[in-house]
């Protein structure tokens, strides 16, 4: 049935001779998720691929030995997946040490992700832990600019209150010592209360009054 | 000479001031919970029988007690009976000790609120470890939004003993909502008036929006089938009756003076019959609308997780046995796994311990109330959201306004009484004295700003409040109807109204309620002594997960001191009274 050829590829069936011999500890595994290539994975992107981790080595070491020939790839599967391994041309048929290739593809991952337009999750190095790019901090938090404004609003916010009502105070106390003892002492819990205080009709003229302008709510019922 | 009283520029600025105090926190965190425990769509029959039979009727009777009163909570007993002021001073203490630790919850709002404004969402990737080869350990066995509450914004210690140290951040966060109470209270009604248009509507602006976007998710309508599918067996289940009762009982925010005092700055012939079955409705519905909009938000939380466990089971699978892409999916993927397990059993059962069974069930399953759900679970949906920054602020400024518009209440409740009494209002002005309540709740607050704060904000949530105002709105319904007199308070509601409650209306007051205030209260009192110690949920943050602990002995002598300043009033109020006039009959008879 068609699902044991897909199967096949689990008895790791290196095809070429020089994967056999270079089967080691330096050897990696990279992972592309196919379905999120915006493109076509050809010839061509595996050798942009040997010259990423040609360039990631050459960073890494500060060193120009390395050539797009070091890097080897093995056992391609359809999904995008194979084994590389970065040779030494200088020590022949040598590996590079596998803690050094981690280090260099660490050091530069982001560079490499890039240049396939892909991230930490879609192109995978297995066994290579990816180094997580801090997140941007600004200088000043944010949270702390917010609560800078909102503070300085309600702060004003309550001063202008505060003083408003101060004023306001000292000019009902200047007036009531000038009009004397006119206010109404109309406090008891009776239905006839109006609902108009009088020392607002005391201050302002021209007031209408609420008792026959008011709706029949207001009425006590016959 | 004295002032008028203040009144409400018009009787909508009452009921949105009720609503706004009604219409509180509880009705998103704690509903969308019972109902998803106690039976799905089928809580809404207990829910509503309660609130006709329990809501409606104490609502009208605190509405109608201090429009007639026209005082605070502490005058308008002693004019029922001199006896009473002691519940009056109960329902200031109680008010007391809901506005010291409400406070801290719009203190959280505003943290996150602030932090609403980075992109990406602080809460939804974790920080990283030290040496950046990885996630911060705690984060990484919780998840992102969890680390964000307990760690960013609590910073928890692992029990109530380890106090740690006040958190600045916190600490300015609460200073700055105080002072927004305190903006809002300055100038009694004339600014509360105001403010309660914003603080009632702009919740329901915020849950429409959420509406439409919860609807339209992806995944919503899993979580809204599991919300009405109504499970009929719970009926039969007692504990659903009583949550659903004091689900009622505690959304009304019956008992804490707030009412009283709101409805004391009414015109005398306000409608208060009409405006408590309004303002009880609209209280419910928004329950119900609320956990409509809760649980589309779960269902899509809950699909989201799912979709990504099968997603990193398939990659698991795919990656170790080099398979095509696309020949895993989620509908074969149990097929996929029994032909696996056959064909390859040695490795797959290497496998097997890191392969999670994704269930929908599971992750619908997780019912969350309370700070978990506001903080944790809205939080975790938001952030995989598009455009999650401006809904993350809606819903933020939508928490405030709820928080808001309850504090308003609470510390009208507290104000009201204080303003009324000649002694204070001589010698103080009004603002001083809002000042100075805002000042001693905001010190006293900064105890929930500790490393521990968060245990001691559990402890007043649950125990402040919850049996001294089973016992305060008791003795109220009881001195209304037998002490004061039914045929009194009949009339008097003649009077104001201009015609006499209806029979349902009496038998309510005189019978029904009182009978299940009482089986309330027996109730909470047996499960207390069943369960023996206390006990609370702690942060483990080596596990990631919360434990349960006991709480140590000064903690349990704080919960007794809570429960018993507020009920201890109500007799110590009726002996003190007793005690004068005693006083004063000897020393007129030994005068004579």
């Not at chain 2, 609807?215 to 009405?228: C, D, E, K, P, R």
């Not at chain 2, 490795?347 to 969350?368: F, G, M, R, W």
């Not at chain 2, 808001?404 to 409740?413: E, F, K, Q, R, V």
């Not at chain 2, 009201?416 to 006293?444: A, M, Q, R």
């Amino acid at each position: 049935n068609g699902w044991s050829l897909y199967f096949d590829g689990i008895l790791y069936l290196l095809k070429q001779p020089e994967c056999i011999s270079l089967f080691s500890l330096s050897m990696f595994k990279l992972l592309i998720f196919y379905l999120s290539l915006q493109y076509a994975w050809d010839a061509s992107e595996e050798y942009l691929f040997k010259a990423m981790v040609a360039f990631a080595m050459r960073r890494y070491s500060n060193k120009e030995t390395t050539q797009i020939s070091n890097v080897l790839l093995c056992n391609m599967t359809e999904r995008v997946s194979f084994w590389f391994v970065v040779t030494d041309s200088a020590r022949n048929v040598t590996t590079v040490p596998g803690s050094e290739v981690e280090a260099a593809i660490r050091m530069n991952r982001n560079r490499i992700n890039s240049a396939f337009l892909l991230t930490d999750n879609t192109l995978q190095f297995l066994k290579i832990s990816s180094t997580l790019s801090p997140p941007i901090e600004p200088t000043v938090p944010v949270w702390l600019v917010v609560f800078g404004v909102v503070l300085c609003l309600v702060v004003a916010g309550i001063l202008l209150l505060v003083v408003s009502g101060i004023q306001q105070r000292k000019k009902n106390n200047h007036e009531s010592a000038e009009t004397g003892d006119l206010e109404d002492k109309s406090d008891t819990p009776v239905i006839t209360e109006n609902g108009i205080p009088c020392d607002i009709l005391d201050l302002k003229a021209g007031q209408i009054n609420g008792v026959y302008a008011a709706d029949d709510e207001r009425l006590t019922p016959l | 000479m004295e002032k008028p009283r203040p009144l409400w520029d018009n009787p909508l600025q009452f009921v949105f001031a009720c609503i706004s105090y009604a219409v509180g926190l509880g009705n998103v965190w704690r509903f969308p919970y019972l109902c998803q425990m106690y039976g799905g769509g089928g809580f809404l029959i207990p829910y509503l029988i309660m609130l006709i039979v329990e809501g409606m009727p104490l609502l009208y009777l605190e509405l109608a007690v201090g429009q007639h009163m026209r005082q605070g909570s502490i005058g308008a007993w002693k004019i029922i009976s001199p006896y009473l002021s002691g519940v009056g001073i109960a329902s200031v203490v109680v008010s007391f000790f809901l506005s010291m630790y409400y406070n801290v919850i719009n203190a959280w709002a505003f943290w996150y609120l602030f932090h609403s404004f980075q992109d990406p969402l602080p809460w939804a990737s974790c920080p990283l470890n030290s040496n950046h080869t990885g996630y911060d350990e705690e984060c990484t066995k919780t998840s992102s939004t969890q680390y964000f509450w307990y760690r960013k914004t609590l910073n928890i210690s692992s029990s109530i003993e380890e106090y740690g140290s006040i958190q600045w951040e916190q600490a300015v966060c609460l200073i700055l909502a105080w002072l927004v109470v305190y903006l809002c209270i300055l100038r009694g009604t004339e600014s509360t008036g105001k403010v309660v248009y914003v603080t009632a509507s702009l919740p329901y602006l915020v849950l429409i929006i959420y509406l439409i976007r919860g609807l339209t998710l992806h995944g919503a309508v899993n979580g809204l089938i599991y919300m009405f599918t109504p499970k009929l067996e719970q009926l039969a289940n007692p504990k659903t009756w009583i949550n659903a009762a004091t689900q009622i009982f505690f959304s009304l925010g019956l008992g804490f003076g707030s009412l009283i005092a709101f409805a004391s700055y009414n015109e005398p012939n306000n409608n208060c019959e009409r405006y408590a079955i309004i303002i009880s409705l609209i209280n419910s519905s928004t329950s119900i609308f609320a956990s409509i909009v809760t649980f589309s938000i779960y269902g899509f939380k809950a699909t989201f997780n799912y979709e990504n466990c099968l997603n990193k089971v398939i990659l698991l699978l795919t990656n170790v046995f080099d398979l095509e892409e696309g020949a895993l999916t989620a509908d074969n993927l149990d097929s996929m796994k029994d032909y696996l397990t056959s064909t390859y059993s040695n490795q797959y059962a290497e496998l097997l311990p890191q392969i999670k069974n994704c269930s929908l069930e599971a992750e619908l399953d997780t019912a969350v109330q309370g700070t978990g759900l506001a903080f944790i679970v809205y939080s975790e949906a938001i952030k995989n959201m598009e455009v999650s920054q401006l809904y993350s602020v809606l819903y933020f400024i939508m928490l405030l306004m709820l928080g808001i518009g309850s504090m308003l209440g609470n510390t009208a409740a507290i104000l009201t009484p204080l303003t009324d009494s000649k002694f204070l209002s001589t010698h103080l002005p009004k603002e001083v004295i809002s000042g100075i309540i805002c000042f001693i709740n905001c010190i006293v607050g900064l105890v929930f700003t500790l490393e521990a704060g968060n245990y001691w904000f559990d402890i007043f949530n649950d125990y402040a409040a919850t049996l001294s105002l089973l016992l305060i709105v008791l003795v109220e319904t009881i001195a209304v109807c037998y002490v004061y007199g039914l045929r009194r308070f009949e009339k008097d509601l003649l009077l104001m109204l201009g015609h006499k409650p209806n029979w349902y209306w009496k038998i309510m007051w005189a019978f029904v309620s009182p009978v299940l205030i009482i089986s309330l209260f027996i109730f909470y009192l047996t499960d207390y002594i069943r369960t023996g110690t206390l006990q609370y949920q702690a942060w483990d943050a080596t596990e990631g997960q919360l434990v349960t602990k006991d709480y140590p002995s000064y903690a349990l002598a704080v919960i007794g001191l809570l429960v018993a300043a507020s009920t201890m009033c109500i007799p110590l109020g009726a002996l003190i009274i007793f005690l004068m006039k005693r006083l004063k009959k000897r020393s007129v008879s030994t005068l004579e």
